[in-house]
Every structure is written in structure tokens, then in C-alpha cells.
């Protein structure tokens, strides 16, 4: 059934590192051959073998229409036929803009970029620039993106500086970056003794890359309380949770404002956009007003800027439109929990708005070592038995899933269902 799947991979293997552009794609996680996709359609997504899979992943999170949104599709198709990148402003870029800063309090200006990678990367650098600090906080199992300093990971001493998590990025650039653990409030308080040169705190206040892990509504309160007092500033990445957890992201959900905002994933509905936001007097750093540097060539493309302006317009248009994709989010995560317990399987669920997570473990992950625990033998099996029957969930217990408008309770009822049987044998 995955026959052209796997002479797929085969063939790309040979021309490309492991056969895919970004690794997770690789299924690594479950060992397993990727689908190799030919098209999606609302819910659904079609593979070259002619399988058919509800899709839970919605491309890691941009699609909340669903596949092939036909307003969406119309406004791409509209605006390509004008020309696909000028490297010049275009009015689109100021109504998305406007869209954006609309929904937030404390943000005043957007820069867009292509990448939520860049979007994080360029809001690090205009949080040094702004401090005239150097060192920068992260938490482990939160993920930013793939550049140099926040690719760290647990070093082995007690230290909070951290050591490369991949071979190419000097240990010289990642001494500034300290990194500690998720919900640890002791911890944190701790960096800000350790370190007098802290420009800012990053930190992703609903985790969606270690399977969903939101933060307490404590911790992130103390974020903020001691960024204020050292005079760091505080970056909230929702290249993920932003339009995603609600209308205004996880302040919609725990109300405190960061210094700056990093967007992406649903901003572009799918196409290639990231973004970072903040206060007007911030922003003024960045070039052409101020002497922070910062540039793309493709930043604002015009046929991006089309298909998120629409795709925010549509949100905003349905003001129950979380609540919905809530309760089928909820629907889903309590029928796998119910069908979990029939079979003696200890499973932990949680959701904001359109995210859910799920983890076979015996309690509630609080951080990245608790997710470690979990039974990633079972994940493998549970997921791999679930794409046999058409359902497509993240290839990695490390990721959240998605829910998008088009999924009906009738699908989450076969999901379950599907589930339960699946459960049966594990
Ligand atoms: C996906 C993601 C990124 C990276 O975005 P890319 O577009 O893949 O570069 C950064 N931060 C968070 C929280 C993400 O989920």
C-alpha cells in the first residue's frame, strides 16, 4: 500500500540527504516510510499510492482553513498573475500588517520574513541590539527555529550554559546562550544571577515542539516580572500557538505581553512567511530606522502577504471559530483518552484552541525530561497503525497536532474509533 511511496523515497534519497528538505519529514521517529504527498483537499491528504489520510499535521500547523481553502486559492492565484516578487513595497504588506497589530495591545509594527526561523533569528538580534546585551535565555525542549544560537542543548555539568546540538555551530556562539528547563521557575531565577548580560528571554509560552506543553500561567508571569527588572526583554515565539491557540495567540489565553512577538506558520497560510513584532520605540532599531540590520529579498512576497491577509480575514470573520475548533479538538484528545483507559493504557492529553497533544505516559509532561519518559515504542506502533487506516498524526510524540476548520465531528468520530481499535493491540 506504500509501494510508490517507498520507490519514491528510494529516488529521492539519491539527490537529496535523506531524502527530504526538512528532517522530520523523514519519519525517523517511527521508522517508517514517509507518504510521498501528491495533493490535499479540506481535511484530507492524498499520497502517490493513491491512499487517503485525515490529516491532523495541516503542514505543521500554517493551514487552519484545511487544504486547498478556496478563498485562499482564489486570492493566490489572483495576485501570481500580477507577478510573483517585486523586491519593492507593496500595499499588501501593510494590510497584513495592520491585521496583525490589531489583535495585540503591545504591538505596534511588523517586519515579515520568509521563515519562522528568520523571524526568530532577526528578533534575537534586535533584542541585542536594543539591550546592548549579549546573552539570551532559552528553555529546553522549546524549539526557535535552526539557527546557530539557539541550536543548544543540555550541556553535561550542572551548568546552565548548554553544548551544541548539532556539529557546525561553534561552542564560542552558543556561550551565550544559557539554557534551562521549561516551567522551572528556581532555574530561571537562577540565569539571572548567573548572567548580568541577559538581552532577552525566549521562550515558546504554549510548547508545541515537545508535543504540546503549554506554560503555567506562573511561569510565564515570572518571565515577565524578571525580564522587567533586568532590563532584558522578553520574546514570546508563536511562530506556532500565534493564530493558532486563539484570535491573539497565548495572550488571548494568559493575558501577558512580551517585548516581542516572532509569527509564521498560520500568517502564511502555507506559504513561506514569518514575522516579529513589537512596540514602536523597539522597531525603530531596526534598519532603515535605526542601525539594527536586517533584510530579505523575498520578505513580503506579494503573493504570501495575499494568502495570509486573506486567510486572517477569514478568522477574524468567525468569531466562534476557536470555540469550534476547540471543541473538536477536545472531542478528539477526551475520545482517545476514553478509548486509552478501555485498554489500560495510561495516555495524556491537553489542547489550546486548534492544538492537541497526546503522550502515552502516566502523567501530565511538565518539560522536556518528562516527555522523555513517555513510551515512544508505543507512539511508533499506535502512529503506524493509524496512517494503515487514513489517519495522518505527527510522525513524532515531540510534536503537537492540528486540528482545521473543514475536519467534521464525523471524522473525529472515525478517528476514535479507528483509535480504539488500534489501542486494542497495543
Ligand atoms: C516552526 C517553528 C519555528 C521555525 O519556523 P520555520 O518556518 O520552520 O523556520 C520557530 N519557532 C516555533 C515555535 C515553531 O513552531
Same mark, same amino acid.
Given at each position: 500500500m506504500f509501494k510508490k511511496s517507498i520507490k519514491a523515497y528510494e529516488d529521492a534519497k539519491v539527490v537529496i540527504p535523506g531524502g527530504v528538505d526538512s528532517p522530520v519529514r523523514a519519519f525517523g521517529g517511527v521508522i517508517g516510510t514517509p507518504p510521498f504527498i501528491t495533493k490535499g483537499k479540506g481535511s484530507y491528504l492524498y499520497d502517490v499510492d493513491g491512499n487517503k489520510y485525515l490529516d491532523f499535521v495541516q503542514s505543521w500547523g500554517p493551514l487552519i482553513f484545511g487544504h486547498c481553502d478556496k478563498d485562499i486559492e482564489k486570492a493566490v492565484i489572483k495576485t501570481a498573475k500580477?507577478?510573483?516578487?517585486?523586491g519593492a513595497p507593496t500595499e499588501l504588506e501593510t494590510e497584513l500588517a495592520n491585521e496583525i497589530v490589531e489583535m495585540f495591545p503591545h504591538i505596534d509594527k511588523v517586519r515579515f520574513v520568509s521563515s519562522g526561523t528568520e523571524a526568530v533569528m532577526s528578533a534575537i538580534r534586535l533584542a541585542r541590539g536594543v539591550t546592548g546585551k549579549n546573552d539570551i535565555i532559552k528553555f529546553e525542549g522549546c524549539y526557535h527555529g535552526h539557527s546557530d544560537s539557539l541550536l543548544v542543548s543540555a550541556g553535561s555539568?550542572? #551548568?546552565?550554559f548548554g553544548a551544541p546540538s548539532s556539529p557546525g555551530v561553534p561552542s564560542d556562539l552558543i556561550k551565550h546562550t544559557l539554557l534551562t528547563e521549561y516551567n522551572n521557575l528556581e532555574q530561571l531565577e537562577k540565569c539571572f544571577i548567573e548572567s548580568k548580560d541577559i538581552a532577552c528571554l525566549i521562550i515558546e509560552p504554549i510548547a508545541g515542539n515537545m508535543g504540546l506543553v503549554p506554560a503555567t500561567q506562573e511561569f510565564l508571569q515570572a518571565c515577565r516580572e524578571l525580564c522587567t527588572k533586568h532590563g532584558a526583554l522578553l520574546i514570546f515565539d508563536e511562530v506556532m500557538s500565534g493564530f493558532r491557540a486563539s484570535l491573539h495567540g497565548s495572550y488571548g489565553i494568559n493575558n501577558i505581553e512580551a517585548d516581542i512577538v516572532t509569527f509564521g506558520k498560520v500568517i502564511g497560510a502555507g506559504m513561506p512567511v514569518g514575522a516579529f513584532a513589537s512596540r514602536g520605540e523597539i522597531m525603530a532599531h531596526l534598519s532603515p530606522e535605526g542601525k539594527v540590520y536586517q533584510a530579505g529579498t523575498l520578505s513580503g512576497n506579494p503573493v504570501a502577504m495575499a494568502a495570509g491577509l486573506v486567510s486572517l480575514r477569514k478568522i477574524k470573520a468567525d468569531k466562534k471559530l476557536y470555540d469550534k475548533l476547540n471543541e473538536k479538538a477536545v472531542m478528539l484528545t477526551s475520545g482517545l483518552q476514553k478509548v486509552a483507559k478501555k485498554h489500560n493504557i495510561p495516555l495524556q492529553v491537553d489542547t489550546r484552541g486548534s492544538m492537541f497533544g497526546f503522550f502515552f505516559c502516566e502523567e501530565s509532561p511538565k518539560n522536556m525530561k518528562d516527555v522523555g519518559k513517555c513510551d515512544f515504542k508505543r507512539f511508533a506502533t499506535f502512529h503506524h497503525e493509524m496512517l494503515k487506516r487514513g489517519f495522518y498524526f #505527527?510522525?513524532?510524540?515531540y510534536e503537537a497536532g492540528f486540528i482545521c476548520e473543514t475536519m467534521s465531528k464525523k471524522e473525529i468520530k472515525a478517528t476514535i474509533k479507528a483509535a480504539d481499535e488500534v489501542m486494542a493491540g497495543l
Open positions: 500580477l507577478g510573483l516578487s517585486f555539568g550542572m #551548568a546552565t #505527527a510522525c513524532s510524540q
